[in-house]
């Protein structure tokens, strides 16, 4: 696991500053005052286990940057971190392979920093398209794309472009070029628009300063952004990392939207959303489960409404293991809804009534308390006109659980078997 940062800086006050943002993102500070303790330092475990090393420009043993090539030497993506400003300074560091150069100016500074950081772990989970780019202009952007830790793809047509993006979901953005082998790029630029919103894929197209008049048409054929060469290092990744940014900003408001805030379940108005027009397709098959916590009222009134949540969080579990296939949500309070899709009737009976058993064998440690807990269930497994009525269906079927002693399944399988039975008895 690469979870160590590798400082190397003289100043006590950096130092401070840097490994607090270190620590608070979840990484471990390996810190040296100078060239010849990093050297050191570094030797004492293997390389795979640094993230980068955050170094300062000017040090005793190593007054112009030395210590940056010994990090680039040693394979670590680096940050570099200077109070010296002056133009000679930056074009010394740039010329080099870094991760980014970041002058010791004010706390905004730190801040990106500490946004670097976290991003150079999540940017290994992220995709990037180069697409219809020269072949200098194409390895200089991936050498960048890749110091940053993403996962670099390259394309020279359309066809292949469309490909890349269709085949890996990971790919969160494009940058496209001129020099495509077969259509314009505001073409493709739209094409990728009309099959995937701004806010699932950015598109930033990058064409030269003659150009510049018409950047309005990539816009409006459907880019996110716009980019003249010849552009900065520091310029392409901050466009970069901005609209990384804004699409993961996106997916976290949705996903806060669409989920219940306690177990992380889905909520009921994205449940509904999701799967009403599903439920009412001809031919497709479903079991829908209705599931309440039994007595749940004397567990918040016995231990409080903060350890009832320890339960609810619990249970959310169980059904996340249990039911990995389905899409679960908590419908308020202590109920759940469960809806399994292309199952049968027996099958969706079977996993119900194995799920009931695992909830009733696996108590609950609150307030250095184990409790037993236990769960009834309306179970229908021939699907209503709608979803909503198929949800009304299978409540009624949970009254009935409930109504015969709580901590059992009840299914419209045995309720027509029931029912089937009292007619063969009547005369």
Sequence with gaps: M??????????????????????????????????????HLFMQSPPE???????????????????????????????????????????????????????????????????????????????IVVAGQSRTAAVRMTSLLRRHNFITYEANSAERTYQLVRENPEIRLVITGTDFDDVKSTTIISNLRMDYAKERLAI?????????????????????DFLLTPYCHEEFLCRITQNIELIENVEALTAMANSDFLTGLFNRRYFLNKLSGLAVQRGKRYALAVIDLDNFKQVNDTFGHENGDVVLVHTALLLRQHFADAVIARFGGEEFCVFMADTDAQTAVDRMESFRVKVSQQPVTI????????????LLTAPASSLVNSISRADKLL???????????????????ALERASQKTP
């Design 399 to 417: 009254y009935q659980a409930k109504n015969a002693g709580r901590n059992r399944i009840v299914s419209d399988i045995a309720f027509s078997r």
């Design 367 to 378: 307030s250095q308390t184990s409790i037993n807990i236990s769960i009834s269930a309306g």
């Design 204 to 224: 930033i197209s990058v064409n030269t300063q003659e150009a510049q008049l018409s950047s309005a048409r990539f816009i409006k054929s459907g880019a996110n």
């Design 2 to 39: 690469q979870n160590k940062v590798l400082i190397i800086e003289d100043s006590r006050t950096a130092i401070n500053i840097v490994v607090k943002l270190v620590e608070q993102a979840d990484l471990v500070p390996v810190v040296s005052q100078s060239l010849t303790e990093a050297n």
């Design 49 to 127: 286990d640094y993230l980068c090393a955050i170094v300062d420009y000017n040090l005793p043993d190593a007054p112009n940057g030395q210590a940056i090539d010994f990090c680039l030497d040693s394979i670590l993506p680096t940050i570099v971190v200077t109070a010296r400003m002056d133009k000679g300074t930056r074009d010394d560091v740039l010329r080099r392979e870094v991760v980014d150069y970041i002058p010791k100016e004010n706390t905004q500074t730190y801040d990106y920093l500490a946004r670097l950081l976290k991003r150079l772990e999540k940017n290994k989970q992220i995709g």
